[in-house]
């Protein structure tokens, strides 16, 4: 597939990039002093995402005097995102982008935004996050972290070599799991799967070889990563992916307060453009996909991943976050929920129910 490897690290690449390098043009150090500000990604380098770093190198030198350039560490070249974290502490890294797995690691209940069945559309993510991300915006300063804007990058679909229509077809395959991910690891554990832990720059590799014939991701994701290469079956949308910019709070505390508010005011222009463009380009990913022989497949019975998806909520309650936060982001959500997902917390409420009275003798 080497067109649809082509288009993938230019317009899929460039909006993941832009997210990120939108915050910088307006930085400098406190003590005017130039400074270069090291980012790391796991996306691959291409001719014109370095082509558009220059640019953005160049509007940096000239707003700033030359106070500041921007260096990426590409492709995972400064490690997965543990390894990333680990050398944010240690000052070695500035920023970067994190899914909610390890931003879980100072920003512990940003988990419930993973919770099952709780997302359906981006009008419910767009909502919940609008009310929570402040609260986690807080915890995660008081933790050492600056979060500069929260966002998602596509439509959570499961990828296989082999054709998976029912929880009884995952148990049967391979599949990825994300050491860091403890959902995932209780998820494996209700339907009685067996993961292959490897870190995410270990995937690739690990579909080529037979490692893992299955793993998660968003089809834009998927591209940018080139993970698409290695399988040939994907499902439709099961959640959303989704995490967060953030930057090392000593490095952000040393700019200068005024440098800090044109900093914030720029992400905030520069994200809504970017979260825009990349859920359009999920949408255009998958097509291609599907065009360039792909096969979606669906649940032959849909109401078993339901299940699942609630017995995982039920039991990550009191584990990673509380119930009055799921609470109060199940309300937010449910605003903008279609007919089938009404129906499903309805089921799932009825059942609840059910259950109190039968251990109480009632049935």
């Known amino acids: 597939m080497p067109g649809l490897v082509r288009g993938f690290r230019g317009w899929v690449a460039l909006p993941l990039m832009a997210l990120m390098l939108g915050t910088l043009p307006a930085t400098g150090g406190a003590e005017n002093k130039a400074k270069t500000l090291k980012f790391a990604t796991m996306i691959p380098r291409s001719p014109r995402m370095a082509l558009e770093l220059k640019k953005r190198n160049k509007d940096l030198a000239e707003r700033t005097g030359g ?35 390890i931003l879980s690691n100072f920003v512990r209940e940003a988990l419930v935004l993973a919770s099952p069945a709780l997302f359906v559309n981006y009008k419910q993510i767009d909502a919940v996050r609008g009310q929570l991300v402040g609260d986690f915006n807080e915890e995660a300063y008081r933790n050492g972290f600056k979060a500069l804007v929260w966002g998602d990058v596509g439509r959570l679909r499961l990828f296989s070599k082999h054709k998976i229509q029912t929880i009884a077809d995952l148990k049967k395959v391979r599949p990825w799991l994300y ?16 993961g292959v832990p490897l870190g995410l720059n270990e995937v690739y590799g690990g579909m080529q070889t037979g ?9 834009v994701l998927a591209g940018a990563l080139q ?56 949408v255009q990913a998958h097509r291609k996909l599907l065009k360039r022989g792909y096969t979606e497949v669906e649940a032959t019975n849909p ?6 998806g609630h017995k995982l909520r039920k039991q990550m309650v009191g584990r990673i976050y509380t119930q009055a936060l799921v609470d109060k982001a199940e309300k937010i959500a449910m605003k903008y929920a279609t007919e089938e997902q009404l129906k499903q917390f309805e089921y799932m409420r009825k059942k609840a129910g059910k259950g109190a009275l039968a251990a109480k003798g009632g049935m």
Do not use: C
Not at 80 to 96: F, P, S
Not at 211 to 218: E, H, N, P, Q
Not at 303 to 308: G, I, L, S, Y
């Open 179 to 194: 050491p860091e991910s403890e959902m995932a690891k209780v998820f494996y554990k209700i339907i009685g799967a067996t």
């Open 67 to 101: 106070l500041a350039k921007i260096r990426v560490y590409w492709g995972g070249a400064a490690g997965d995102e543990k390894n990333v974290l680990r050398k944010m502490r240690a000052r070695q890294i500035d920023g970067t982008g994190l899914g909610l797995e």
């Open 227 to 282: 993970w698409h290469r290695t399988a040939k079956y994907v499902s439709p949308p099961l959640g959303f992916i989704q995490g967060a910019l953030i930057y090392k709070r000593e490095s952000w505390d040393e700019l200068a307060p005024v440098v800090r508010e044109v900093m914030m005011d720029m992400v905030k222009k520069e994200a809504r453009k970017g979260q825009r463009d990349i859920r359009k380009q999920d």
């Open 303 to 308: 109401q078993e991943w339901w299940d699942v």
């Open 211 to 219: 490692m893992i014939d299955t793993f998660w991701s968003s089809s």
